[in-house]
């Protein structure tokens, strides 16, 4: 059974922004997906992680499996639970795959800020 399209991310205020998706050959990445490791970075848990962002754990760990195998490396590594109780933290490259998206976004928005405010006002016209 296909999956359901989630719904495209809603912008905040009326600043228009660019939502961007990298498709490395193999590994899409996007915000989802950078998000999520985001949240795994701040609770240590793909399942508090997953939790916070609203999708099931088995859809949280898809998605760093995804990555994993897509990079070719872990950008998560997991620990088991137990009487400890288990966890998960970023790698090196989960790090990496944060920082070079959020510039990625960071510079395609300022370099896009001119048309993308003469875009919003057309459409606010």
Not at 22 to 47: M, T
Not at 55 to 65: D, N, Q, T
Request: charge should be positive; charged fraction near 20%.
């Amino acid at each position: 059974m296909p999956r359901a399209r989630r719904p495209e991310p809603q912008t905040t205020g009326s600043v228009p922004r660019l939502i961007i998706r990298l498709d490395l050959g193999g590994v899409r990445i996007g915000p989802g997906k950078v998000s999520l490791l985001e949240e795994i970075g701040r609770s240590g848990s793909i399942s508090a992680a997953g939790r916070a962002l609203k999708m099931s754990y088995r859809r949280a760990w898809e998605l760093v499996e995804d990555l994993n195998r897509g990079l070719g490396t872990p950008v998560v590594e997991t620990a088991a639970g137990g009487a400890g109780g288990g966890g998960a933290r970023l790698t090196l490259a989960g790090e990496a795959v944060i920082s070079h998206y959020r510039a990625i976004e960071a510079e395609s928005n300022h370099s896009a800020g001119q048309r993308l405010a003469q875009l919003s006002r057309l459409m606010a016209t």
